[in-house]
């Protein structure tokens, strides 16, 4: 069951990232394509919800029996709050949604890299290196086509989803 949920996950995740790059080329952040998106934004939305959640049951599986199974509340649910509040531009974004979003973005991050650390101490040690992999790969990609924080973004998901991979498959 969870390499099916792994897998929609991923085909999820990559649907979108590919449509967007097809579209928009590589845009300066991820949250960026629900203005990108336009009337469409709502798929961003959803996406993020699906990933947050996905990605949370995965991390509960995966570390069952842990002491810090709990921190797939602070990994991967977050990714649910950056979907339901999308808005995160100075522009047109309200201030508190603004800073839903960004702490939710942010605590996901650290969440998940905090998660990836203790696994690959409890579980297996070559998970850590999903980090390192993830962020070479990342920053070869920022070098030859820019957008720092799209890429910064992507070596997180990135990192997730090689450990997801390792665990499950």
């Known amino acids: ?6 897998t929609l996950t991923l085909l999820t995740f990559f649907s979108l990232f590919f449509y967007v790059v097809a579209r928009f080329g590589f845009i300066s952040s991820w949250s960026e394509m629900y203005y990108k998106l336009g009337k469409q934004g709502w798929i961003f939305q959803v996406v993020m919800v699906f990933l947050g959640m996905a990605s949370g049951a995965l991390m509960f599986q995966l570390s069952e029996g842990y002491w810090f199974q709990f ?6 649910f977050p990714i649910c709050f950056v979907g339901v509040a999308p808005r995160f531009s100075f522009v047109d974004g309200l201030d508190l949604e603004r800073v839903v979003h960004f702490f939710n973005a942010k605590l996901s991050g650290a969440g998940s890299i905090i ?3 203790l696994m690959s101490i409890y579980a297996a040690p070559i998970l850590a290196l999903s980090i390192p992999i993830s962020s070479i790969i990342c920053y070869a990609a920022y070098k030859k086509f820019g957008r720092e924080i799209w890429w910064i973004e992507m070596a997180a998901f990135f990192s997730v989803f090689m450990v997801f991979g390792y665990l499950i498959y």
């Open 71 to 76: 921190l797939g509340l602070f990994a991967a």
């Open 1 to 6: 069951m969870m390499s099916i949920l792994l």
């Open 115 to 117: 998660w990836i650390i």
